[in-house]
């Protein structure tokens, strides 16, 4: 079973910066585009960021573009996502996505993504 492992996150100050990381298998990295989405308490899953890992395009969501930064690594078999300027609003339970054959338009909704991570707590202090 394909399984994507998170790491990063915390509690940090607003203004601060955060990195995050998602290492997924050969078999998922090869295929698929993979990003970022999260969840606030009492809030819908809301789409981060992605990348395509064949083209390396990247996409964002409205909320984080100019502060949120997607990279991958092929080697390593990671998707990062850097943390800027982090606002309290940021706040929220973090989840690495992978859609397996899928692009930079579908991976951006919920119901297309094929696997998730963990989840991994960021929390944004006032």
């Known amino acids: 079973q394909e399984q994507l492992v998170e790491s990063g996150g915390g509690l940090v100050q607003a203004g601060g910066s955060l990195r995050l990381s998602c290492a997924a298998s050969?078999?998922?990295?090869?295929?698929?585009?993979m990003g970022w989405f999260r969840q606030a308490p009492g809030k819908e899953r809301e789409f981060v960021a992605a990348?395509?890992?064949?083209?390396?395009?990247?996409e964002y969501g409205p909320s984080v573009k100019g502060r949120f930064t997607i990279t991958s690594d092929a080697t390593k078999k990671t998707v990062d996502l850097q943390m800027n300027g982090l606002e309290p609003e940021d706040t929220a339970i973090y989840y690495c996505?992978?859609?397996?054959?899928?692009?930079?338009?579908?991976?951006?909704?919920?119901?297309?993504?094929?696997?998730w991570g963990q989840g991994t707590q960021v929390t944004v202090s006032s």
């Open positions: 996505a992978a859609d397996q054959g899928g692009d930079l338009y579908t991976i951006s909704f919920p119901n297309r993504v094929t696997i």
């Open positions: 050969e078999r998922t990295f090869s295929n698929s585009a």
């Open positions: 990348v395509d890992l064949s083209t390396l395009r990247t």
